[in-house]
């Protein structure tokens, strides 16, 4: 299943390294998010994107730092993270309008 | 109060036993809901939609309870297959795009 990808898959950074996270999506939808996954913690949301323009950001810390370039793409952009940012990453998009959202595999990320 | 509230498990059950799952929400205006299937470290993926009338889906069976606010998902036959952590969604308000996740239900069939 290749219809929202992840990249990449897993990632070990330091809290002072800058990484960025890219998920794209091939189903033709113009909505995107961002969700973090702790261990036994529901989804996260922590941004949305319709039409390219952020929507949502649900009182996320600027560590984080998304960015949408087109419906298709989407980044986060992580800078001086803490241990407890440690967590499964996921994407999803849907189209405008329809609350089906598809996700990535996500991309686990360890913060030493 | 827990915008979604899920009982986690695990529930245990033999092949081919029927099980059923409740979630509860908390905002009486939600208009959407949904139960996702999410195996372990994988993506969690949209199993069913949840409509007023109930619905089902071969093996599944989805019911919703606007006046008590909780959602039900029943399995029959349970396969071995049908292990996995099944999280209850709500999108609560339709003026956002953004879902509401439970905390998840893990169900673990044995042989």
């Known amino acids: 299943e290749t219809g929202v990808t992840q990249t990449p898959r897993h990632l070990v950074m330091g809290m002072t390294n800058k990484k960025s996270l890219k998920c794209e999506q091939h189903?033709?939808?113009?909505?995107m998010y961002w969700y973090k996954q702790s261990a036994k913690k529901p989804l996260e949301l922590m941004f949305v994107y319709n039409f390219k323009e952020q929507t949502e950001n649900n009182s996320v810390p600027s560590r984080f730092s998304p960015e949408c370039p087109n419906s298709s793409h989407l980044f986060l952009h992580l800078h001086t993270l803490q241990p407890e940012d440690s967590a499964l990453y996921l994407c999803?998009?849907?189209?405008?309008?329809?609350?089906?959202?598809?996700f990535g595999p996500g991309t686990r990320l360890t913060v030493l | 109060r827990k915008e979604v509230e899920q009982d986690p498990g695990p529930f245990n059950v033999p092949e081919g036993a029927t099980v059923a799952f409740n979630c509860t929400y908390s905002n009486s205006a939600s208009q959407s809901f949904f139960w996702y299937r999410q195996d372990c470290r994988k993506e969690p993926k949209l199993l069913m939609s949840?409509?007023?009338s109930g619905n089902e889906d071969g093996r599944f069976t989805a019911q919703l309870n606007r006046a008590s606010q909780y959602i039900s998902l029943l399995i029959r036959d349970s396969k071995l297959s049908d292990s996995a952590t099944y999280l209850c969604?709500?999108?609560?308000?339709?003026?956002?795009?953004?879902?509401?996740f439970g905390s998840g239900t893990r169900l673990q069939v044995q042989p």
């Open positions: 189903l033709g939808h113009n909505a």
């Open positions: 969604v709500v999108n609560p308000d339709t003026g956002r795009r953004a879902l509401t």
């Open positions: 949840v409509y007023s």
């Open positions: 999803a998009s849907s189209q405008v309008g329809v609350n089906t959202q598809y």
